[in-house]
Structure formats: structure tokens, C-alpha cells
Nanobody, 127 residues
Framework: QLQLVESGGGLVQPGGSLRLSCAAS????????IGWFRQAPGKEREGVSC????????KYADSVKGRFTISRDNAKNTVYLQMNSLKPEDTAVYYC????????????????????WGQGTQVTVSS
């Protein structure tokens, strides 16, 4: 059974850091591009970042550029999202998703590019 499981969310103060993990089972992450999305209450889902199957190409939303870093460890079948300098507006449920495609392109933030989704992990940035 193909499955993605996110972890690492929690409550953090503004300016703090969290590292989210996206672990895959039932398939090899190294064959797919992985995206991170987030959705805050009352807001549309937002594409945050993408990493291609080899880890050589990454993309970020302007809202997180310079603060978030996506990476992958194909040996562990896991993708990470390091989030630094967190702001209250980063509060959301974060989801990882796997694409049938290997690369990240300019439309990486479209949910329709992805076929498998995790259940999400809550990130709350608050003092």
C-alpha cells in the first residue's frame, strides 16, 4: 500500500524552527518529485516547495524563500522541510505529496500534479 506520513509538526514561537519529515512506504521516493503544501483555516491550499527525484532541483514559494529548505534522503525514503525564522502566518497543516513525474517545474504548486498525499501535520507559530 502506497503511503506518505508526515511528522515533525508542533507549536513553536515566532523566530523558531521546525523540521518536517515525509516518510514513504510502499514505493521508492527516489523515483518521484515531492512537494510540500500547506493550508491554513479559511485559506486555499498553498504550494510551498518541491524537490525533484534526484534532489538537484528545488523550488520555493516566495513566502518561504530564504527561510525554508527542502531536502531528501533517498536511502531513508524520506523528504524533509527545514523551516527557520517561522512566522505566525506559517501556521497551517502541512502536507507532502508525491508526483508521478520526476521533476519540479513552474507549476509545482498545483495540487493536480501530485498523486499521493499524506495526512498532514499541524504547525502552529505563536507566542
Amino acid at each position: 500500500q502506497l503511503q506518505l506520513v508526515e511528522s515533525g509538526g508542533g507549536l513553536v514561537q515566532p523566530g523558531g524552527s521546525l523540521r518536517l519529515s515525509c516518510a514513504a512506504s510502499g514505493f521508492t521516493l527516489g523515483t518521484t518529485a515531492i512537494g510540500w503544501f500547506r493550508q491554513a483555516p479559511g485559506k486555499e491550499r498553498e504550494g510551498v516547495s518541491c524537490i525533484d527525484n534526484g534532489g538537484g532541483i528545488t523550488k520555493y514559494a516566495d513566502s518561504v524563500k530564504g527561510r525554508f529548505t527542502i531536502s531528501r534522503d533517498n536511502a531513508k525514503n524520506t523528504v524533509y522541510l527545514q523551516m527557520n525564522s517561522l512566522k505566525p502566518e506559517d501556521t497551517a497543516v502541512y502536507y507532502c505529496a508525491a508526483s508521478r513525474m520526476r521533476g519540479c517545474y513552474n507549476d509545482y504548486n498545483r495540487g493536480s500534479r501530485y498523486d499521493y498525499w499524506g495526512q498532514g501535520t499541524q504547525v502552529t507559530v505563536s507566542s
